[in-house]
């Protein structure tokens, strides 16, 4: 079955990088583009990131271009998100998501992992 | 900055139907925005209910149907539960490998 494993959320200072990961299994992950979607506390879901199944087209929301880059392994069958220079504002659960082939909708999503930015 | 649109919240009485909506700040919402919506309980992940406008994901009990109502796409939750409680979300694609989350509904089952 479909399984996707984020990993790397923490406490993190004002400014400062923390890298994340999405670990899949259950299924080709070259095949599918995947994305990263966080919710602040007690907020709702923000999309932050895509990238297409060969890593070729990346894009990203406003309030992270320049500070945030998508990546992946698939070789290692893992998704990254490399976060640098974060706010308080970036203090959310994020979630990798599949996107659904042939579709620009979402199907499978991870537990979650928290980030949380401190001063 | 195109917001997309959703009823903050609502009821429905168990056994009820109800239709939450997604649209837009400004304009019209259509099939090539790709509608999409996911119910989230708290301290769970999102579930996904309905994809490309009015398609049901694996496993999701046919009284959740998805249209396009007028400028809006619709999420029509027919014979409520009382485990259908949750928050629902809405997402569309706006072109040029960006989508928009709707702020979510929070359905209440009374």
């Known amino acids: 079955q479909v399984q996707l494993v984020e990993s790397g959320g923490g406490v993190v200072q004002l400014g400062r990088s923390l890298r994340l990961s999405c670990a899949a299994s259950?299924?080709?992950?070259?095949?599918?583009?995947m994305h990263w979607v966080r919710q602040a506390p007690g907020k709702g879901l923000d999309w932050v990131a895509v990238?297409?199944?060969?890593?070729?087209?990346?894009y990203y929301a406003d309030s992270v271009k320049g500070r945030f880059a998508i990546s992946r392994d698939n070789s290692k069958n893992t998704l990254f998100l490399q976060m640098n220079s974060l706010r308080a504002e970036d203090t959310a659960v994020y979630y990798c998501?599949?996107?659904?082939?042939?579709?620009?909708?979402?199907?499978?999503w991870g537990q979650g992992t928290l980030v949380t930015v401190s001063s | 900055q195109t917001v997309v649109t959703q009823e903050p919240s609502f009821s429905v009485s168990p056994g009820g139907t109800v239709t939450l909506t997604c649209g837009l700040s400004?304009?019209?919402?259509?099939?090539?925005?790709?509608p999409s919506w996911y119910q989230q309980t708290p301290g769970r992940p999102p579930r996904t209910l309905i994809y490309t406008t009015n398609t049901r994901a694996s496993g999701v009990p046919d009284r959740f149907s998805g249209s396009i109502l007028g400028n809006k796409a619709a999420l029509t939750i027919t014979g409520a539960q009382a485990d259908d409680e949750s928050d629902y979300y809405c997402?569309?694609?706006?072109?040029?490998?960006?989508?928009?989350f709707g702020g979510g509904t929070k359905l209440t089952v009374l």
């Open positions: 259950g299924f080709t992950f070259s095949s599918y583009g």
């Open positions: 998501a599949r996107r659904l082939i042939g579709t620009n909708c979402f199907d499978y």
């Open positions: 400004s304009g019209s919402v259509s099939t090539s925005y790709y």
């Open positions: 990238i297409w199944s060969d890593g070729g087209e990346k």
């Open positions: 997402v569309l694609y706006m072109g040029s490998g960006s989508w928009v």
